[in-house]
Nanobody, 123 residues
Framework: QVQLVESGGGLVQAGGSLRLSCAAS????????MGWFRQAPGKEREFVAG???????YYADSVKGRFTISRDNAENAVYLQMNSLKPEDTAVYYC?????????????????WGQGTQVTVSS
């Protein structure tokens, strides 16, 4: 059983930056693919970024070039650096973990989820 705890959310002006962190415990972190999802009010939870166990990264088109996902297996952590933030990035951001070697962009591919952290971008 893997437990995930997100941190680093907050209020930022458009054009600003935030760095989200996700601390993992309870499993062999390096065995998992990790992802970040987000959910805005009234919308479905959507994929943002993922990093495989082999450190291969992939992104949703909406954040490509602005967000960077990274992992630190020694610290059992995954990060999401968010630059050039836009009001449409406002959402609750969730960290998630999955088994397997394949990339995962669908919610049902991930077995473990954190509680989420709020990111609000003002215009």
């Amino acid at each position: 059983q893997v437990q995930l705890v997100e941190s680093g959310g907050g209020l930022v002006q458009a054009g600003g930056s935030l760095r989200l962190s996700c601390a993992a415990s309870g499993g062999t972190f390096s065995n998992y693919g990790m992802g970040w999802f987000r959910q805005a009010p009234g919308k479905e939870r959507e994929f943002v970024a993922g990093v495989s166990w082999s450190d291969s990264t992939y992104y949703a088109d909406s954040v490509k070039g602005r967000f960077t996902i990274s992992r630190d297996n020694a610290e059992n952590a995954v990060y999401l650096q968010m630059n050039s933030l836009k009001p449409e990035d406002t959402a609750v951001y969730y960290c998630a973990a999955k088994w397997g070697l394949r990339r995962g962009t669908l919610r049902n591919e991930y077995s473990y989820w954190g509680q989420g952290t709020q990111v609000t971008v003002s215009s």
